[in-house]
């Protein structure tokens, strides 16, 4: 896999192969996979014990839905910009500058929703010297670290268009 900035701003990944296009293609579900208690505790937690009734229903009736629309959104970003992928024999991916913080947001969320339905703790997220992927749970925790290798590329990237 190659990862490139571009004049633009934005960013190409090209040469995938197919386990790293699947990877990519995964992203979107993943990150939506907001179903289980733990994924939505991780994704929004609780604004904090000693707050008010008043603020909670301002949390519940106008910060939460906001949240979830910007989740959602960056989401459906995402998937419009995975398409690419899904033209026949493509194996590159090109996101626009201004798609970064959806990507940003995605990755993040992802990361979020599989270590909580996952269960990973600090132990399972530190082995990163043994990437094996002998089942279903070894995979999670490889795309939690390949999403996060994502994130600090695109974080990166961005770092140096600021320096330009």
Request: charged share 30%; aromatic share 6%; glycine share 8%.
């Amino acid at each position: 896999m190659y990862f490139r900035g571009d004049k633009s701003g934005g960013v190409r990944l090209s040469k995938l192969d197919p386990f790293i296009k699947q990877l990519l293609l995964s992203l979107p579900e993943e990150a939506g996979n907001t179903g289980s208690e733990a994924a939505q505790d991780r994704i929004l937690p609780h604004p904090g014990k000693d707050v008010g009734d008043d603020f909670m229903d301002l949390w519940r009736e106008e910060i939460q839905p906001e949240l979830l629309h910007i989740f959602q959104s960056s989401v459906e970003t995402v998937r419009g910009d995975l398409q690419q992928l899904d033209e026949g024999t493509k194996n590159t991916v090109k996101i626009p500058g201004d798609h970064k913080d959806a990507w940003l947001n995605a990755l993040n969320q992802a990361r979020l929703c599989i270590a909580a339905n996952e269960e990973f703790n600090e132990g399972d997220m530190a082995d990163m010297m043994n990437p094996r992927i002998d089942n279903e749970r070894d995979l999670a925790l490889f795309k939690v670290h390949f999403f996060g290798l994502l994130q600090e590329l695109l974080l990166r990237e961005g770092q140096e268009d600021g320096s330009k």
